[in-house]
């Protein structure tokens, strides 16, 4: 398959898996956005910013962290949401309508390589848990460069490696074992695609950001009542896992569901679950002219 149209099938794919877990964000929008709020901490320290800038937030989803950083700038700045999801991105719409909060936009955008936006007319952006999905990382960061005023900042962040991430490899584990799936291809977006600092550090720099500084750290990432509740979460929530159960036969999801609650009460003793996870959280500049 030529390269245009391999990324044409990641885009459509993500999509329609946002698409559909859309509806799960809007409703559980606190359950994703409190325990991972250390990964928006992060990213916006990192940025550096100031009342009144202008920032561009790619794979916005819902808001997450376009809100947080809209309290930041003030109402003199501005934050743009950019995201394949015209579901997600009605979902931020929304909820700016609802909160009133006049300072920021959503847009949906047709590829990650068409923003739609003027050369340097942001003074930084972010891309939060989304770098992962886009076909070719590094095109995507130079649109972003292209964006951003001479000495703006970014802040990306994704998932780190998935022994370091059981709220998706334990799940990722029992669909291989129930499902009769092709064996993934290694190098194809997804979540695990980034997964070290060195990774993500140099897609940057090979985009052209300098000073790029990336890490990894542990945080919490899921909070629920039990396995039952941790379950309804995941699938109402998780993307790539959702579109890939929903292609199983009903005795096959059965299959998956009933070993990832058995694996995950037996952990957890049959009482609350708390996971933490890895992420690596990257920052840079776009060199001065
Ligand atoms: C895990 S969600 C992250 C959303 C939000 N940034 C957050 O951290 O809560 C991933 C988002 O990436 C978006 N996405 C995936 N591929 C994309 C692409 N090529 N261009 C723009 N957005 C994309 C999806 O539609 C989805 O909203």
Not at 107 to 121: A, F, Y
Not at 250 to 271: P, S
Request: hydrophobic residues 45%; proline residues 8%; charged residues 25%.
């Amino acid at each position: 398959m030529e390269g245009s149209d391999r990324a044409r099938e990641v885009r459509e794919r993500q999509r329609a898996d946002w698409n559909t877990v859309a509806g799960g964000w809007k409703r559980h929008r606190e359950k994703m956005s409190a325990p991972t709020s250390s990964i928006t901490e992060s990213m916006v320290d990192a940025l550096r910013l100031r009342p009144g800038d202008r920032v561009l937030d790619l794979a916005c989803g819902v808001g997450d962290p376009a809100f947080e950083i809209a309290e930041r700038v003030g109402p003199e700045g501005f934050v743009l949401g950019l995201d394949l999801s015209p579901e997600m991105v009605r979902a931020a719409q929304a909820w700016a309508a609802e909160r009133r909060v006049g300072n920021t936009g959503f847009r949906t955008i047709p590829s990650e390589l068409e923003l739609g936006v003027s050369p340097e007319s942001f003074d930084a952006a972010t891309c939060r848990l989304g770098l992962m999905f886009v076909p070719d990382p590094v095109a995507a960061l130079r649109e972003l460069l292209v964006a951003l005023v001479p000495g703006g900042r970014i802040a990306v962040s994704t998932w780190g490696r998935p022994k370091h991430n059981p709220n998706f490899s334990l799940p990722m584990e029992a669909i291989a074992k129930h499902a009769d799936l092709p064996p993934e291809d290694p190098d194809a977006p997804g979540l695990f695609a980034l997964p070290t600092p060195e990774a993500l550090g140099a897609v940057l720099e090979a985009a052209g950001f300098s000073g790029v500084e990336a890490s990894a750290f542990e945080t919490p990432v899921v909070k629920a009542k039990n396995a039952e509740s941790y379950w309804y979460g995941l699938t109402a929530m998780a993307g790539p896992l959702v579109s890939i159960l929903a292609s199983l036969p009903e005795e096959r999801k059965q299959a998956v569901k009933k070993d990832v609650v058995e694996t995950i009460a037996e952990l957890f003793d049959g009482g609350a679950v708390e996971m933490s996870g890895e992420v690596v959280v990257a920052s840079g500049e776009k060199p001065p002219a």
